[in-house]
């Protein structure tokens, strides 16, 4: 009996002297050092995670940023490891840069695999170099400009659309019935050759489907189900139907993809909605390499906030909320591109950059410019004072009053003579 307690008496002391020395080994190195979101803003067991999620999209990271710099620990949800949330543009470059040492969290990939299947956006290491190397050719900038007369072919339909419903009256539309159905019918034409148009079966589908998961995704369950898969991996595996079943999109698409292979080759990809920001743990030490001065131990985690790299005051000057196109043709306008963040195009960060960028962004780009032209050239828009926000659900979207996909704009038809 003595011998069981003294047993027990040595375990419980070398488990608490050895966590009290990690403790103090983490409080003593360059990552516990760094500064900290507020404890008194974390909840006890859904940590600063749920308060970023809850409020608008880079409201938080944005405050903190302010209050502590550009690179702090946040505290995660069920007493995970703290993550570091880095907007520094040299450390997030550096990340982003070693696609292959940085990974995904693994937590997304149950969630990556129903949106996508196991395509670009999920694979990892060789298989993702592989697989990037496939699809790299369509969408080199010779294959995006010939998609531009198919492109303006869908954008066209949807200016008829609108002008119908105009009735030649100025009414208000929301525009997230409107954009989500031309975009979608752009990818079906250029990615598939085949007919996404709102008015088809399978276009109605992946457009309801989609509406659906916009409301979804706000909800406290999809907050909190990647988190617990994270913890408990076998949870992905349960027979619920809504963690088994594949999404409208990811069936609608294997379908076509099916039919597809039938026939001579084809250009296959697959659709992935956007984000408000991108994740990654490191999968190895950073062999003394660092990160803005932080040595890298394989888990670390980082968050990369897009928004707040794109409106941080302090490189893009007192005005970086606010909406001033000129930056970019007034001369001496903007920062030095050596202060900006990196990426693909205008110095923004919303489509990452190096191995992973965002291999859409040609296409993404022309698609907004076009469409931007094809508007403004034939309608006038006003605001209709209702407050529109923005929340990540599953991609960033504009919500009204707590409803999501919601845009009002109030359109005026301009005549042609
Ligand atoms: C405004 C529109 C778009 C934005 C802001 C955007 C943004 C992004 C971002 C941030 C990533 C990196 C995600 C991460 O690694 O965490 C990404 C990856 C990707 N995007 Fe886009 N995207 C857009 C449009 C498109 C379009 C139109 C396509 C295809 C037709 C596309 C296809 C992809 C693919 C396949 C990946 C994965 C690339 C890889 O991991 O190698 N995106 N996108």
Redesign the pocket.
């Known amino acids: 009996m003595v011998s069981f307690l003294s047993v027990a008496a040595t375990g419980i002391t070398s488990f608490v002297l050895i966590h009290v020395a990690r403790y103090i080994s983490f409080r003593l190195s360059a990552r516990g050092k760094l500064p900290k979101a507020p404890t008194s803003e974390a909840s006890w067991w859904l940590g600063h995670d749920y308060r970023v999620a809850k409020n608008e999209v880079g409201v938080e990271y944005g405050r903190w940023t302010n209050m502590l710099g550009p690179v702090y620990r946040i505290k995660s949800a069920l007493w995970q490891s703290e993550v570091v949330v880095i907007s520094d543009h040299l450390g997030v470059k550096h990340i982003i840069d070693q696609a292959y040492t940085y990974i995904?969290s693994p937590a997304f990939q149950p969630l990556l695999i129903k949106l996508g299947g196991r395509g670009?956006?999920w694979a990892e290491g060789d298989e993702?170099r592989f697989q990037?190397k496939m699809v790299s050719p369509a969408f080199s900038i010779s294959a995006i400009k010939k998609m531009g007369p198919s492109v303006m072919i869908c954008i066209d339909k949807m200016i008829q659309r609108i002008q119908k419903e105009c009735n030649d009256k100025p009414t208000v539309f929301n525009m997230c019935d409107y954009i989500p159905a031309c975009t979608l019918e752009i990818?079906g034409q250029v990615?598939f050759g085949y007919d996404f148009g709102p008015e088809t079966p399978n276009g109605k589908a992946i457009l309801g489907a989609w509406q659906k998961d916009v409301q979804l995704f706000s909800t406290f369950s999809a907050f909190l189900a990647p988190i617990l898969i994270s913890i408990f991996p076998w949870i992905a595996k349960l027979p619920i139907k809504e963690l088994q079943e594949d999404t409208t999109a990811k069936k609608v698409i294997h379908m076509i993809g099916h039919e597809l292979l039938q026939e001579p080759p084809n250009m296959i990809?697959?659709?992935?909605p956007?984000?408000h920001d991108?994740s990654r743990v490191a999968i190895r030490d950073d062999n003394g390499e660092t990160v803005t001065s932080i040595p890298v131990k394989a888990g670390d985690s980082f968050i990369i906030p897009f928004l707040v790299m794109n409106s941080d005051a302090q490189v893009w000057g007192p005005d970086a909320h606010e909406f001033v196109p000129e930056r970019w043709i007034t001369e001496g306008a903007l920062p030095s591109g050596s202060e900006l963040p990196h990426g693909p195009y205008s110095h923004l960060s919303?489509?990452?950059d190096g191995p992973?960028v965002?291999?859409?962004?040609r296409?993404?780009v022309q698609e907004?410019k076009l469409i931007l032209a094809s508007m403004i050239k034939n309608f006038e828009f006003r605001d209709t004072g209702v407050k529109v926000e923005k929340y990540f659900s599953p991609s960033v979207e504009p919500f009204v009053n707590g409803e999501g996909a919601q845009l009002p704009l109030q359109v005026i038809p301009i005549q042609h003579h």
């Open positions: 995904k670009l956006v993702h990037r990818i990615g990809l697959r659709l992935h956007t984000s991108t919303n489509f990452i992973r965002c291999i859409g962004w296409l993404a907004i």
